[in-house]
């Protein structure tokens, strides 16, 4: 497996608790951070990938767009 480098910049006492979490769990940082990141849900893109898929609703000379 290629590893590659993440740098972030967060608040001191963020990195502290991590500190303190990592060595509660008896786990390097790296660890918590893959394990949070594996948890996270991805999201389905849509077919126009804007997030929303538009429906139309025709009324007399209107026409109105919904989110759905």
């Known amino acids: 497996m290629v590893?590659?480098?993440?740098s972030i910049r967060i608040a001191?006492?963020?990195l502290e608790k991590l500190r303190r979490i990592a060595k509660q769990k008896e786990?390097?940082?790296?660890?918590l951070v893959e394990d949070w990141i594996?948890?996270?849900k991805?999201?389905?893109?849509?077919s126009e990938g804007l997030g929303f898929r538009p429906?139309?609703?025709?009324?007399?000379d209107r026409v109105r767009l919904f989110a759905l």
Do not use: H, I
């Open 38 to 40: 594996d948890k996270l």
């Open 42 to 46: 991805e999201e389905k893109p849509s």
């Open 3 to 6: 590893r590659e480098r993440l």
């Open 55 to 60: 429906s139309f609703s025709v009324k007399s």
């Open 12 to 14: 001191v006492s963020r």
């Open 27 to 31: 786990k390097r940082m790296t660890q």
